[in-house]
């Protein structure tokens, strides 16, 4: 159980890190709305994917593509976390 | 009250969504063009809003699902478009539909939306069996890889050769100088220029004593595209009255310069190839379509560049065909891989590695990016 925690925290911390490298921020709130605080446009989201693939060693495919998966931090870390357990 | 992720999805889809673009929307999108794409604001709006109209709604094939796409915000305010056109083509005889793409645009705030990929998106799951985009920016190519297509590289081999190589060489310097020195630097750039065309330099710009240039017309463009047509798998399916009226349109845009359409024949009469530009003098001369018989290249590129040069370009622009890299035409000039991309999607691995390779037959004009 311990275990489980502290891999879904590294999973978080790391989509954390990819956010604030591509982002140039020191710190995100987990909880804030990438698309429409403006963060993200398409392009952005095309270096996001690259980098959490890049990071997490997965490949996201066209078919699985759905943009409301990078809406918000915590959606993006539900996602990896789904491609990491298939 | 803490917002949920499914309330955050309904809003931002009652925000922005996507249909199908309408005759009504006509006026937006040319207003939108017109802030969007440069080349639009040199045209009227009445002609952008006509030419848009043919080429979407009165000349373009109507199916089921396939359609120019619009985003809408909430007020149904139009924020984004993607031009979508059916295009028939033939696999190896087997009538396959493709649809092209291209225009996308979309305001500031659609964009924070991602609209231009859900625009793509939206496309790339039409009924079409492939997609293809001609002219494409980087951006654009990186886009479509994400949502599973491929930049056709042998397809995206750009030339330009420089005609009057004085005025080629000083060109993208003069908007940088004050208008009285650049005035000046035209003018000897010209006279430089004429002293190498009576001096006949550079020699590559003749015509061959043996080959006959004059105007061909579309029964005689045909007739061409069926000889050449048997080297391909995939080829247009398109017939004398679909081409009649492409030249009719791409002939009447006043932007690039007076459209020709030459044809090549040797000594026997025997068609060997046509090229179809607008010719610009003092300016650019675009290629539209320029295509032999295969080992006629160096004809084809020597007619070509004789007849741009004689209109007075300064210089010749165009996208090789696979079968013309290795020619003149990537070997005596700048040769630009990947300048802009023509791109596709298909799921179907026949039609992908025609379009990957020399197997399909894709020149500019199918691109219809001139039109607006």
Redesign the interface.
């Known amino acids: 159980m311990a275990n489980a925690t502290s891999k879904q925290d590294s999973v978080e911390t790391r989509v954390h890190m990819v956010l604030c490298d591509l982002l140039l921020m020191d710190a995100l709130d987990p909880d804030v709305?990438l698309?429409?605080e403006?963060y993200?446009?398409?392009?952005a989201?095309?270096n996001l994917?690259m980098a959490l693939e890049q990071e997490f060693g997965i490949v996201i495919?066209?078919?699985d593509?759905d943009?409301?998966d990078y809406?918000?931090p915590e959606?993006i870390k539900a996602m990896i976390s789904r491609m990491q357990a298939v | 009250m803490k917002i949920t992720d499914t309330e955050k999805d309904n809003a931002v889809k009652r925000k922005f969504s996507i249909r199908a673009f309408t005759p009504d929307d006509i006026e937006a999108v040319v207003d939108m063009s017109r802030i969007h794409f440069p080349q639009c604001s040199l045209v009227s709006p009445g002609y952008l809003y006509e030419t848009i109209d043919e080429l979407y709604f009165k000349e373009t094939l109507k199916i089921e699902g396939i359609n120019s796409l619009v985003s809408v915000d909430e007020n149904e305010v139009i924020n984004g478009f993607l031009g979508v056109t059916p295009k028939p083509y033939l696999y190896q005889g087997e009538k396959v539909l493709g649809a092209l793409c291209n225009h996308l645009m979309a305001s500031d705030e659609a964009r924070a939306a991602l609209v231009p990929m859900r625009l793509l998106q939206e496309f790339l799951s039409g009924p079409q069996v492939f997609s293809f985009a001609d002219g494409s920016v980087e951006s654009t190519r990186l886009l479509w890889k994400r949502l599973g297509g491929e930049p056709s590289y042998s397809n995206s081999v750009y030339y330009k050769v420089p005609l009057r190589p004085m005025s080629f060489g000083t060109r993208p310097f003069q908007s940088h100088l004050p208008s009285s020195l650049r005035s000046s630097i035209k003018k000897i750039s010209y006279g430089a220029d004429f002293l190498f065309g009576v001096a006949r330099l550079p020699l590559s710009y003749r015509i061959r004593p043996d080959l006959t240039l004059k105007p061909i017309e579309t029964d005689g463009i045909l007739t061409g595209l069926a000889r050449v047509w048997k080297y391909f798998k995939l080829i247009p399916d398109i017939s004398k009255k679909e081409l009649s009226k492409l030249f009719e349109l791409l002939d009447k845009d006043p932007r690039n310069g007076n459209l020709h359409k030459i044809g090549i024949w040797n000594k026997r009469e025997v068609l060997i190839g046509w090229f179809i530009y607008y010719s610009s003098k003092g300016g650019v001369c675009e290629v539209m379509q320029a295509v032999s018989l295969p080992g006629k290249e160096a004809e084809l590129f020597e007619s070509i560049t004789w007849h741009a040069f004689s209109e007075g370009g300064t210089e010749l622009s165009g996208r090789a065909l696979p079968s013309q890299i290795g020619t003149p035409f990537t070997t005596k000039s700048f040769s630009m891989p990947g300048r802009m991309w023509t791109l596709f999607h298909s799921k179907n691995d026949e039609i992908c590695r025609a379009l990957q390779s020399d197997g399909a037959f894709l020149t500019r004009i199918e691109g219809d990016l001139w039109l607006i």
């Open positions: 709305d698309f429409e403006g993200l446009d398409s392009m989201l095309v994917m495919a066209p078919e593509l943009m409301e809406r918000n959606r």
